[in-house]
Each structure stands twice: as structure tokens, then as C-alpha cells.
């Protein structure tokens, strides 16, 4: 879900590309390629393959514009293993204004689109025992969404714990993951680094100093992961995780730790190309294909039950000087704990 340009402009005739159209797609491509990519020698790796595929015409029978950016995206991909890399084609004609600089249609588009979905912050809800869940499958700009997430924080306000539910998240925009992290601090802290190629430059990212409603610092916090988790979402985890703050329960995440933008490589053709790595202060690296390792690997049907059990373990070791609390804690653990060697999964 990064920002991209939509393309605009008047539909065309669908058409058969020409040789030199592919060309044109091929030439902007490994030039956008090998000043931008964030792995320079991984770019000259890919930039190789491309024109020796080019060299034994393999390229010189399809005349589908899909089928060409599809053929592309694989053979970069064969080399680079990076799922934020591809190319796409667009039946109309692609503006060639600044791709990363949307339209003010644009804008208003893909915030309607986010309205409609509740900017994809998609459940929220206090599980028996007093431990908050909230469930968000996309990240949003933090601008569209602080209301929402001050809601959500309102709501989670008197849980003794919060499971953040990312099973379903495949990405978004950076200051999105950077409101929700923010909550979960007391002070300013130090949360990741991110370098462009392009610029030759590295941006600190740390959280806010004031969030509108209620802090969450005081609560454990867990966070819940499938393979389909990427990108963004990989980027709270793995940045939480290290910092000690959260435990990652579930499956290995995708692995896309590359932010990337738009390029417009002829009049319906666009390359997402990565740009920029984002690092952890405390790792000095990242996740880029091998994805977040879980504290507590699970399968991701089994992810909330099992992170349910350990939130309440650990309220359960905090609790002193009630023993009716502490006697419904022991008592809830106990069903949970013979639900899930049962087989039983909690949605």
C-alpha cells in the first residue's frame, strides 16, 4: 500500500507493443535501476541479466504490455529476491509529471479509498482477562489516521496488555506504523534508520513526543505475524523486537524491508524501484528477505490464542495483593492453556 501516482489521462486503444516500445521500457528501467536501487551491486547484477535476456531476444515476442511487465518483474526478481521490485503496465496513458509527487485527485482518491476501509484499522476488542486486541491490516498516513488511532488508545487505555494483530498486513506508509509505535513509549526514542542511495543520505526516525490521547507505555505488548506480513508491518516488529519492547509471536514475516516509489518508464509503463533500507539502531541491520523471526514461532492460526496465554502469564506475575484477581487469572489460563493443547485456535 505505498503511495504511488495513480496514472491518468485518456484510455487507449490497446495495442501490440513495438520493438522499440520495449526497448524505450528496458533502457529507462536499468538507468532508474542502477542510479537508484539500494543495493548498487545487486543492481548491476540485475542490469546484467536484463540485457543478456534482451540479448537472446527473449523479449522480442511478447506484445502484451501485462505480459512484458510481468516477464520483467521475474527476471529481476530471480536475481534480487526483493518483492518491493517489479514493473506494471497501464492500459492508459501513464502522466509523466513526478510519479512520487500524487495529484490532488490522486490524493483524494486514495484517501477515500482509505475512508472506506477504515484506514484498515479493522478490529478492536478487550479479550477475557482484561488484554486488548486491535487488529490493523494496512498503514495509512499518520495525518488521516490520528484520530482513529487516539480512539483506538482510549479503548485500550485500561487493558493490563495489547496484542497488536499485523496477520494480515502487507504495508503502507512509514509515519502510519511510527503514531502507533508512539504510543507505546514514555519518552522520545530511537527507532530506526533509513538510508537512500539516491541522495546518499540517512533520516533518523524516532517516536513523537506528544500523541493525542491516552500513552499505552505501561502495557506489555505483543505482536502477531504471518508470512503474509510485509513491509511496513515487518518494520514495527522488527524495530519493536529489538528495542525489547514487544514479543513477536506467529510465522516468519515476507521480508521486504526496502521502501520504494514510483517510476515512470515510457507512457504505460511504471517501475517500483527500492530506494532506501531501513535499519534498526540496535541491530545495525534489517530484515530484507528473511523476515522477522518470531520470540514465539507458531503458526499464524495459532498466534493470538497462544499470545493471549502469555499476556496473561504476565499479568498474572504482576498481580499481588488480590487473590480474587489472581484466582480468575490462574482459572482463565488454565481453560486457554487446555484449549490449545486440544488443537483450539481463538480468532
Do not use: C
Not at 66 to 88: C, M, P
Not at 333 to 342: N, T
Request: charged residues 25%; glycine residues 8%.
Amino acid at each position: 500500500m505505498l503511495a504511488q501516482a495513480a496514472p491518468d489521462g485518456q484510455r487507449t486503444t490497446e495495442h501490440r507493443l513495438t520493438q522499440a516500445e520495449r526497448a524505450e521500457v528496458i533502457h529507462a528501467l536499468l538507468k532508474s535501476m542502477e542510479s537508484d536501487y539500494i543495493l548498487p551491486d545487486v543492481a548491476k547484477q540485475m542490469a546484467q541479466a536484463i540485457r543478456e535476456h534482451q540479448a537472446r531476444h527473449e523479449y522480442d515476442s511478447i506484445t502484451d504490455g501485462e505480459q512484458f511487465a510481468k516477464t520483467l518483474t521475474q527476471d529481476l526478481q530471480a536475481v534480487s529476491h526483493d518483492h518491493h521490485l517489479g514493473v506494471d503496465y497501464s492500459a492508459e496513458f501513464v502522466s509523466d509529471r513526478p510519479m512520487d509527487k500524487p495529484s490532488p485527485e490522486d490524493i483524494r482518491k486514495f484517501r477515500l479509498q482509505g475512508e472506506r476501509r477504515n484506514f484498515e484499522y479493522r478490529r478492536i476488542e478487550v479479550l477475557p482477562g482484561n488484554v486488548g486486541l486491535l487488529q490493523v491490516d494496512g498503514f495509512y498516513p499518520a495525518e488521516y489516521v490520528r484520530e482513529i488511532v487516539a480512539g483506538a488508545a482510549g479503548f485500550l487505555s485500561h487493558t493490563d496488555a495489547v496484542i497488536l494483530d499485523f496477520r494480515q498486513n502487507h504495508g503502507g506508509m512509514v509515519d502510519g506504523p511510527l503514531l502507533l509505535e508512539s504510543y507505546f513509549f514514555k519518552e522520545m526514542t530511537h527507532i530506526s534508520d533509513s538510508y537512500n542511495r539516491a541522495e546518499n543520505s540517512t533520516q533518523q526516525f524516532w517516536t513523537m513526543p506528544v500523541v493525542p490521547g491516552p500513552s499505552l507505555a505501561d502495557k506489555d505488548l505483543y505482536i502477531l505475524t504471518s508470512h503474509d506480513t510485509f513491509s511496513a508491518p515487518e518494520a514495527f516488529a522488527y524495530d519493536m523486537q529489538a528495542l525489547g519492547r514487544a514479543k513477536v509471536v506467529g510465522e516468519v514475516t515476507g521480508g521486504g524491508a526496502h521502501g520504494t516509489k514510483p517510476y515512470r518508464l515510457s507512457a504505460h509503463f511504471i517501475a517500483s524501484i527500492p530506494f532506501n533500507r531501513g535499519t534498526s539502531p540496535v541491530t545495525h541491520t534489517d530484515y530484507e528477505g528473511v523476515g522477522v523471526k518470531p520470540d514465539v514461532q507458531v503458526p499464524a492460526s495459532e498466534a493470538l490464542l497462544t499470545a493471549h496465554i502469555l499476556a496473561l502469564h504476565g499479568i498474572l506475575a504482576r498481580t499481588t495483593g488480590d487473590p480474587g484477581r489472581k484466582a480468575e487469572l490462574e482459572k482463565l489460563i488454565e481453560d486457554l492453556e487446555a484449549k490449545q493443547k486440544s488443537g483450539g485456535v481463538e480468532e
